[in-house]
């Protein structure tokens, strides 16, 4: 069975830094793409960064250049590192697995919330 743990989030003031960790299992992890997923309040889940199983990345204009994903597939783990977050960076933010077949994974999710 496919899990993935979301850890990492918390209360911040504008300008610090969390890194977010993505525990997974159940599944030959260096073979699939992991993605970042952020939700606000009345909005819609959005990309926030992705990792491919070669390690390309990706990233939402928004975060670029402030946020860094990284991948240790010895741990089975994805890291985002967020740095110099501003107050629209709050969300409750998910990690998000797609195999090699396509079937898609999430974490439950971690809060993410930085006061002005």
């Known amino acids: 069975q496919v899990r993935l743990v979301e850890s990492g989030g918390g209360l911040v003031q504008a300008g610090g830094s969390l890194r977010l960790s993505c525990a997974a299992s159940g599944s030959t992890f260096s073979l699939n793409d992991i993605g970042w997923y952020r939700q606000a309040p009345g909005k819609e889940r959005e990309l926030v960064a992705g990792?491919?199983?070669?390690?390309?990345?990706n990233y939402a204009d928004s975060v670029k250049g402030r946020f860094t994903i990284s991948r240790d597939n010895a741990k089975n783990r994805v890291y985002l590192q967020m740095n110099s977050l501003k107050p629209e960076d709050t969300a409750v933010y998910y990690c998000?697995?797609?195999?090699?077949?396509?079937?898609?994974?999430w974490g439950q999710g971690t809060q993410v919330t930085v006061s002005s």
């Open positions: 998000r697995q797609r195999d090699g077949l396509y079937n898609i994974y």
């Open positions: 990792i491919s199983s070669g390690g390309t990345t």
